[in-house]
């Protein structure tokens, strides 16, 4: 009580509660990030040059989840930067919003040599930190681009072409699975169906946006 009073002659008409704020995510992903560095669940620690934890907006709705890093990304210890990269930052910029606005992340958090695909005894190692990435994030709603993110996401074995455009739920969240950009790059053909995903994506994001406070 003598401290309410002291705050009231020092001039406080009303305490400010303290709310989540920007720097909790950002700390608790950073903390995460420390983790990964020091990481050795699974050999793919050895070979990696930088771990890629992600990058983006820690208070977005919308999160992209890919596969793991690749060369560029190993480099520069970023995620999707590279030519696949540059696609997804399209397809982001094509639904009306800018790369750091959304979240972005893997499921591997290092790179598998030579770009081959994550081994399941990999995923099951990484999982952990995407699921804690997620509950960090927040996400109302997540794209998992490529078989593997979905796969890993949605516990399914099914392919993404079967998997791909409908919503599906995780834990609450809504999530759309779409074509990899990198696949999207080997087999343009695919876009047209990508592009009927990402509209999809974009109802869904200014639907829930709007209802955001
Ligand atoms: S890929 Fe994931 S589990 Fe494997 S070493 Fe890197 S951070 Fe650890």
Known sequence: MAFLKHLQLLGFQFIPLQRENCDDRERELENLR??????????LYKTRKNPVLGEGN???ILLFVGEAPGAEEDE??????GKAGELLTKI?????LERGEVYITNVLKCRPPGNRNPRPEEIKACWPFLERQ??????????TLGTFATQTLLGTQEKI???RGTFKEWKG???LPTFHPAFLLRN????????????????????LKSRDV
Not at 34 to 43: D, G, N, S, V, W
């Open 134 to 143: 997620i509950e960090i994030i927040k996400p109302k709603l997540i794209c």
């Open 58 to 60: 820690p208070h977005s």
């Open 92 to 96: 982001i910029k094509a639904m009306g």
């Open 188 to 207: 343009p053909q695919y876009k047209r169906l990508a592009w009927d995903d990402i509209k999809k994506l974009m109802a869904e994001y200014q639907n």
């Open 161 to 163: 072409t079967s998997q």
């Open 34 to 43: 420390l983790e990964i560095l020091r990481c050795k669940a699974c050999p």
């Open 173 to 175: 969240i809504k999530v």
């Open 76 to 81: 520069q210890g970023r995620p999707f930067v």
